[in-house]
């Protein structure tokens, strides 16, 4: 095989678990959500900051650090803004600046990055699970009016991350040839 597998090789001992093959839809829908997320961790682990900002390919300025901080404003979007109805700003892009998680700066940290990632994970959990899979949401999404259940912010999750994933696939890729699921 070219370039090191996604293993003990690379330094990674996390675990990625997936969801029992006969779980109920909402322990699936949240196991693999939670597969993912693993999955994105996976990706980035054993890397150094000066790595993990390092973009795939120019002009692209997609980094594994910037997709981590886009994550963290992706699970603040769902399960906060449209699940609940709290709007706490956002946490790196701005109006001027609508890609700011990608634009990384010396002072952004892979520390910092996690930590903020892994609290708005914490922070959509608590919401979730307030709210069945068919309650719709207390807010509003900008891409439309209408209500927007669990069931369908979880589907919508598990296509970012996976999306993500592949991306994450191909930078760390290009970064020190690891491969892997």
């Known amino acids: 095989m070219n370039g090191r597998a996604l293993d003990e090789n690379a330094g990674m001992t996390k ?30 682990a054993g890397l150094d900051d000066a790595q993990l900002k390092t973009a795939s390919v120019e002009p ?4 594994l650090l910037g997709l981590v901080r886009h994550m963290a404003e992706v699970e603040r979007g769902w399960f906060r803004k449209v699940l ?21 700066t010396d002072a952004d940290t892979w520390d910092e990055a996690y930590a903020t990632w892994q609290a708005e994970i914490g922070i959509a ?20 009016e209408d209500p927007i259940n669990l069931r369908w912010i979880y589907t919508h999750m ?3 991350y996976a999306r993500h994933n592949g991306h994450a696939d191909l930078i760390r890729e290009r970064i020190d040839g690891a491969t892997g699921e």
């Not at 609940?84 to 109006?95: L, R, T, W």
Request: hydrophobic share 25%; glycine share 8%; aromatic share 8%.
């Open 84 to 104: 609940v109805g709290d709007d706490p700003g956002p946490i790196y892009y701005s109006e001027e600046d609508r890609d700011g998680e990608f634009h990384l």
């Open 125 to 144: 959990r608590r919401n979730a699970a307030r709210f069945t899979l068919d309650d719709a949401g207390e807010g509003r999404s900008k891409f439309t």
């Open 15 to 44: 675990q990625r678990t997936e969801p029992a093959t006969d779980a109920d839809e909402r322990s699936m829908l949240e196991g693999w959500l939670d597969y993912h997320r693993e999955t994105l961790e996976m990706k980035c």
């Open 60 to 63: 692209s300025e997609l980094s």
């Open 158 to 160: 598990i296509e970012e």
